[in-house]
């Protein structure tokens, strides 16, 4: 199971670098990149302005993935924290086994609710 992943992984791979590749050499024609406020343009082929804004692209969501997972896992250790004292909290608690029975009550030390 585990050789039939890799393989098609590597299949896949294989086909997307010849796509890749098959892309680069059709579009080899120089172009000029107007960077407005720069006082530059240079001219780059084409086949490296895409790839290029696909990298970026590719960079900035795998750094929003990345910031989202590492989110959860902060609230997650949070949540582990306060579920653990919590528990301990509750283990602490005295059971109603360990609870003293209450015995016979003093007649002299009653509550005297109706007296004014």
Known sequence: MRTAFRIIVRLFLAIVIAIVAIFAVANRTPTKIDLSPLPFAPELPLFIVILGAMAVGLVIGAGLSSYSRQKLKWQARTQRKRAEGLEKADADKPT?????????ADSRRRLALNED
Request: charged share 0%; no cysteine.
């Open 96 to 104: 109603p086994s360990q609870i003293p029975p209450a015995g016979s």
